[in-house]
């Protein structure tokens, strides 16, 4: 059974910076692609943060403008999200994903 857990949602400060990781079991880890979504609220549709194919290649939703780096460690089964420069428009709750396999979700505020 594949399963994904995040972690390292929080509040922070305006223009802060919080690390989110995603560990994924139940799936040959290293030949997958993993991808960040996020989601204001329940009535709107996930929109992708980043992405990152086995191989390490990487893709990013155009709002995220330099600041979030996507990255894997495919020894400790995990894919990592840090976001820097954090903005009250980034409070919303954080989705790891592969296949058609989502974890729950972590929350991150920013308060300005």
């Known amino acids: 059974q594949v399963q994904l857990v995040e972690s390292g949602g929080g509040l922070v400060q305006a223009g802060g910076s919080l690390r989110l990781s995603c560990e994924i079991s139940g799936t040959t880890f290293s030949s997958r692609a993993i991808a960040w979504y996020r989601q204001e609220d329940p009535e709107k549709q996930r929109e992708l943060v980043a992405?990152?194919?086995?191989?390490?290649?990487?893709t990013y939703g155009a709002f995220v403008e330099g600041r979030f780096t996507i990255s894997r460690d495919n020894s400790k089964n995990t894919v990592y999200l840090q976001m820097n420069i954090l903005k009250p428009e980034d409070i919303e709750v954080y989705y790891c994903?592969?296949?058609?396999?989502w974890g729950r979700g972590t929350l991150v505020t920013v308060s300005s």
């Open positions: 992405n990152i194919a086995g191989v390490g290649k990487t």
């Open positions: 994903r592969t296949l058609h396999y």
